[in-house]
């Protein structure tokens, strides 16, 4: 495989973007490789990935955010991310108490499903060391005081974590806390939840029970984007499973932890491969 | 098809139940076709629907609620409702302007799907009329005024309607009009209507673009019965459909119509069936 | 809505169509409103549909074909079909005994839904007149004899009547008879079947039943374009239901019809509105 | 939890059985925890699953299959297989190279979900020797030359583990060996595969590539009893999920692989719950 560039970008949709970027990459001998598009006609915005061969290309690796910058950033009023296939993600996982997510990103990690480096887990329970330990991934463990007493100071501890292991993203896999807004802006569009409900329905607590009491045919699980408002922030995939009055609550949670973990693996799949732009607190899913 | 009785019935969870019913329809020779039965462990409760041949039963069809009653209704504080598949109910459609359940519905009917009978079609507009005049159903007309001046009225000649047509149970269609509490009141869970949202989502007007705005993969549909509080009456059926960021609210309309009729028809076909109990808010659907 | 020429065209993927066809456009004064590419890189193959708005453009229609064909037709080794919003497809609809895909399709007709004209019914019953009759469209019936004696003569008659109606695409509804060769020939990739399980399982006559043998928990329907080999031409469309022991090969038939005829308008509405290209037997459907 | 007894049956349908065994279970003071019976119509065959509490049960466990054979055994043709909650099944998992199946089980038996003992893991490769250390389970290998010149020798000793292990059913989780018959004899409904393809469509080698090649819209993956016949064995269960002309058979293997662990898995855990009666090639699953 040879070295690639990926551009995400995103701006007011005008007549001929697509004929610009595409000569841009192919005048300067980029190959192209994958290229998708839409066009909002709501917004009236335009979204493009394009990724593309670097072996032969006339620009620089490090000169070509500048180029872009300069020849299209400012005439399209364009909003742009580019990143390289040979910079792996530095993805860092905080769990509680329920393995199963942890381990279904774990097997993929450790089958090669996943193009990502994983240089610590954290949690504030000792409960899953186990599984970190199968692993060989470093744990580490902070309690939070029931009383939120020292919230603030492990949150502290938690960043410092992050930056010393020049975290890119967080994935939050079943952790039972609520991230506080200054780690959010942190990690804008970077801390990836599952919530356990079909969202928006049975935001918040318990939604296991909460499906139950209501009564509902169908339950689902969705992963979206941690943003200041509760469960609000953008969507990134969700799926469900049927069930019937015989359900319980405790069926209801063994059928759900089958959804959480494939929803939030191919969330963090999509991250991972580049292909996710949001707007609007709306994600477009490239394929 | 010989002529059956059905039988549907809850009360609490004692041991035995099944047994005497069973041995009450066999002891007087009558074949049981159809048994079903559920206990809700968290609510100690048991419910039952059997069906069985009335050819040879001993007792005669007019006597049999009157044996159930004295036998086990108040020994078992049993809940029952007993109907003969030789009465087919009969089934009032309300609809306003979009006619794709309503044609789904009466393309089944004309197929001999429901068995059920069909006096009339009841809306607030003229614009499906010639839907009922292609399926020869007499179809009546009220008017609301925008500020339900005549609101109370209209009800009042739909109800003297409904009781002429000696109606059993009714289906909002897609109709887009609130019913009242006392229209509810004289049909108990015999109101079905199709929200076009997956329920607790998007409960009220506009869900299609209620779901648009906030991003979802996954839109829904629910047939529930009608009860005061607004969408939240026991849930029937309900199924989804994927959708991307390439949708519209336009798109999200017309997807979601495929499951309204489909989602609808579902649930009128149990209901016809008298497969459904409901209790604390939800439904039991027996298979 | 203004008029729109629709282009669907693949060819060996080169560098630069893309970028060449959407300058094409836009040099020309053609407003781009619908945009979708696909790669094939096993088949190392461009495939493309491409929607813009005629009003301004500098090219008058009737030249357009021409146009593309000297400049890229020949250069690109490119097929490319070229058709115009203007012009509404006329389909055959072709129907035996079941009425419910029939109904589905004329039902969104009437609901506009369908931007199609449809100048004739075909069946070899008379069971179904009615239901034409109910929506106002000729029908024509021809008896095939058990033996085939008269199949040759009746499809000769079936070809003339779609020659004077100028049927572009013929639909078969559940219709329970073998088209041969010649008609298929006549109609490439433009005859569009609804086969009663997921294929390729259950092949042939009775899947339902098929299906109750074998014991699958799911049942399927399929969409697919008629070819000379039997359920075996390019797949448009499929959609699954879930079942379990307690259905029979009645209740299979009455879950599978609600699947027949959700799948089949599906791939009829993606044909009329141009967004599917065959190649080496397999559908490319665009969004 | 109290112990229970577990009795899986059926029989051709008469009156009165289910009377007759309830009543046997209560009259001897047995709490019916779990009812559910099924009639197959059409077979003319009845089914049921009832489990009830031990602990004032007045026969001794030892002799309740004694009792069952003298009460109801012959009188009424029953097939029945008396079982333990005590007692936990067995099982052998047997592997090749790929991970996904056998973490997802690992996954759930470490975090409690299966109710089973896992004496062993046997495989063809070493390649998975890490997993099965990962977990502290025993890991054995038995290569199997290309011209299978060592497959009776190696099966004899796989036979002669299973003995050892008291192994009471085997999981083929993506085992990428033919299973011969003398093996499948010694475990008649007792090893459980998973196949990677929506049975019957795709048997065989390679069926993402057959899938891809056919062009479908739905793949599938199907977990079965292993019979005689390759992949005919009666259906356990079954999923799907959707594709698109932009996979290929290498997405299809991915998207296929979450199937596959979550349909077996399911599966798995039904035979666990003994929850599954087979009967002329297909099962009864009960909820």
């Known amino acids: 495989m040879q070295q690639t560039a990926i551009l995400l970008l995103h701006c007011p949709d005008k007549l001929g973007i697509i004929t610009e970027i595409t000569k841009f990459i192919t005048d300067n001998n980029g190959n192209i490789v994958y ?6 006609k709501i917004d009236g915005r335009f979204f493009m990935r394009v990724e593309w061969e670097l072996d032969n290309f006339a620009i620089p690796a490090e000169k070509i955010s500048e180029y872009l910058e300069t020849l299209y950033g400012q005439r399209y009023e364009m909003e742009f ?7 792996k993600p530095r993805m860092a996982l905080f769990v509680s108490k329920m393995s199963h997510c942890l381990y279904d990103l774990l097997a993929r990690y450790n089958a090669g499903e996943l193009d990502v480096e994983i240089p610590c887990i954290v949690s504030n329970h000792e409960d899953l060391r186990y599984v970190a330990d199968q692993f060989g991934i470093p744990y580490y463990v902070w309690s939070i005081n029931k009383d939120w007493s020292n919230k603030q100071e492990v949150e502290k501890a938690e960043m410092d974590l992050m930056k010393e292991k020049q975290i890119d993203f967080i994935v939050l896999a079943r952790y039972m806390q609520i991230i506080s807004e200054e780690m959010i802006r942190k990690f804008p569009h970077n801390i990836i939840n599952i919530h356990h409900s079909f969202l928006p329905a049975f935001i918040g607590a318990k939604p296991y029970h909460q499906a139950y009491q209501r009564g509902v045919k169908i339950i689902g699980a969705t992963s979206h984007y941690v943003t200041s408002e509760l469960d609000a922030g953008p969507i990134i995939e969700q799926d469900v499973v049927r069930i019937t009055h015989k359900d319980t609550p405790e069926t209801l949670v063994l059928k759900g932890k089958d959804l959480e973990k494939i929803v939030l693996s191919r969330a963090v799949k999509k991250h991972i491969e580049r292909k996710i732009l949001t707007y609007h607190n709306k994600t477009i899913i490239f394929s």
């Open 35 to 40: 290229l998708d598009q839409y066009v909002d």
């Open 81 to 87: 991310k580019l990143s390289f296939s040979s910079k």
